[in-house]
């Protein structure tokens, strides 16, 4: 059996892929068949054109059923349809662990890759290096699945309208450009502001940047989630997280939710930032009463002795009944 093909060397170790988001089957280590298994327990199905003879399997039309019925049967094809694009798309999309056993010259057939990519998406994994860096082909398997870009060579997971078309389709194929597109605020930013959630691609170095994150924080917080740790816990990032999202406490680090003083100038901005408070001061009455004043709403959150209290009942503007 021939070496199982492989990516190639192309990807610098700080921009590497982890390709677990795909079917696990496709890595290389996950690659080795035990023929004998397979003999004893399929010998009914496609494998069992091991033990045709060679004539029949040179045959196109016994090959063609027998791969539709198990792709990676084509390894037992004769060496001349195993660079046949029928025979070869037809094991394909049986199983894409067919790309391992065809000929070499056809991952570096620009039509034939150009067709299959659009069919099988994963063909752009197995394809020669060059054909990965080429912009109609990546384009192309793009549009039939963003998450394509992770196939793609590094230069063109660096192209900004590469990665923008697949972003536009998926946006958590932004996970897969480039260390250097992930790293740039003037890319990142205009992303995170229309969608925040986008934030959790952005590079370490630019989720742990106290300028960037606050100026992202004022309009898209939302994105607090995604920042670094130790910005959580930082009270001017937070309130400008709160401004913009009221619920952004939710991913506030613990100490801050229980921090008195921060919990009432947040709730100046958003009463229902209570939600999120540490437990002791939603039992608080100075502070439940603060919060009430501005969202009434947030007598949900406090104990049955507050949601009583004669004061918070009348400041909440709320009949007993509403929230009981």
Request: proline fraction near 3%; charged fraction near 30%; aromatic fraction near 10%.
């Amino acid at each position: 059996m021939k070496k199982p093909y492989t990516l190639a060397d192309t990807v610098c170790e700080e921009d590497s892929i982890d390709f677990s988001f795909h079917a696990k089957h496709l890595e290389p280590e996950n690659l080795i068949i035990d023929w004998e298994k397979l003999d004893e327990e399929l010998a009914t199905d496609g494998c069992a054109l091991k033990f045709l003879s060679e004539e029949m399997r040179a045959n196109k039309d016994i090959v063609i059923t027998a791969v539709q019925q198990r792709g990676i049967a084509i390894y037992y094809a004769s060496e001349e349809l195993k660079g046949n694009q029928e025979v070869v798309e037809a094991a394909i999309l049986q199983d894409p662990l067919a790309w391992n056993f065809i000929d070499d010259r056809l991952k570096h057939n620009y039509d034939f890759i150009l067709r299959m990519v659009t069919k099988e998406v994963t063909s752009l994994y197995f394809a020669s290096p060059e054909l990965k860096d080429d912009k109609e082909i990546v384009l192309t398997a793009i549009q039939h699945d963003p998450y394509a870009l992770a196939y793609a060579s590094n230069r063109l997971r660096s192209d900004r309208d590469i990665v923008i078309s697949a972003y536009r389709l998926r946006a958590s194929a932004l996970q897969f450009a480039a260390k250097s597109l992930r790293s740039d605020k003037d890319f990142m930013r205009p992303l995170i502001l229309e969608y925040p959630y986008a934030f959790q691609f952005a590079s370490e170095n630019l989720r742990s940047n106290r300028h960037f994150v606050l100026e992202v924080m004022q309009v898209a917080g939302r994105a607090l989630e995604y920042a670094d740790s130790k910005l959580k816990s930082d009270p001017e990032v937070v309130l400008a997280a709160i401004k913009s999202y009221r619920w952004a406490l939710e991913f506030v680090d613990e100490v801050l939710k229980d921090n008195r003083d921060f919990i009432l100038e947040a709730i100046a901005y958003s009463g229902q930032t209570l939600r999120y408070a540490s437990e002791k001061l939603r039992n608080e009455r100075e502070i439940v009463l603060a919060a009430v004043k501005v969202h009434g709403w947030v007598l949900e959150y406090v104990g049955d002795i507050l949601k009583k209290d004669p004061e918070i009942i009348n400041a909440a503007k709320i009949r007993p009944a509403d929230y009981k």
